[in-house]
């Protein structure tokens, strides 16, 4: 990428976390890349907005927040379906889509929200049910639990929007599947297959659900790898 612009690329961040969770990555991608991080109401920044639910919302929110084309979407767990819906929405001509540590729409079974009311802890379990992961340094602070209740609590409910909204897209654009080795809920990851008429590939790098984070200089690799490709 020598001598060239370098290649815009937006980062969708997994459930429960804004865009600083991607602070690693950036570090690891060493300004090779314009780095564009989404960040969704209720979260980061903009941690005063009510917490969005529903998919088509969510999706038409990430799209005004890029503004521009990327060259490429990141998107890992949650992020990896609205980075699906984001290039549905764009239709031809989609960037490329780099899904991470998330089983297809097409593969997902329902998410058992009636539990998700019953408080934090029913909240966390159905996360770890469906494959989710909080941060290990939230778990371990009462405070920040209660803090992110909300935030399971709406994301769970997105998850579950994107599944319906998405079970059955098709995208013209290549999908790139990043797995971690240690990641138990990475089951199925061939099947974003069926969400393509493109070019479908899974990549295995180490590392747990919350990959970029296990993982940044592996991820990173894998990105510049498709940009170059």
Not at 134 to 152: F, N
Request: some cysteine; aromatic content about 4%; overall charge neutral.
């Amino acid at each position: 990428m020598a001598g060239r612009a370098r290649p815009v690329v937006a980062f969708i961040p997994p459930s429960c976390c804004g865009a600083g969770y991607f602070d690693r990555l950036r570090a690891a991608l060493a300004e090779r890349v314009e780095f564009r991080a989404v960040e969704l109401p209720g979260h980061g920044r903009r941690y005063a907005r009510p917490v969005l639910t529903r998919a088509r919302s969510a999706v038409s929110d990430v799209i005004c927040q890029l503004g521009r084309p990327v060259h490429a979407v990141y998107g890992e767990c949650l992020g990896a379906y609205l980075g699906l819906g984001l290039a549905a929405a764009i239709g031809t001509g989609a960037p490329p889509l780099i899904a991470a540590s998330n089983a297809p729409p097409s593969r997902r079974a329902p998410i058992p929200l009636e539990h998700v009311e019953d408080g934090i802890d029913s909240a966390v379990a159905v996360l770890a049910k469906v494959g989710g992961e909080l941060p290990a340094e939230v778990l371990a602070d009462p405070e920040l639990r209660e803090r992110a209740y909300p935030l399971i609590r709406g994301d769970l409910r997105l998850t579950q929007g994107c599944v319906d909204l998405l079970r059955t897209t098709e995208i013209r654009g290549d999908i790139h599947v990043l797995a971690g080795d240690e990641d138990a809920a990475a089951t199925g990851l061939g099947g974003w297959a069926a969400h393509t008429r493109g070019r479908c590939e899974v990549v295995h790098l180490s590392g747990g659900h919350l990959l970029a984070a296990a993982d940044p200089h592996g991820v990173a690799g894998a990105i510049l790898r498709i940009l170059e490709a």
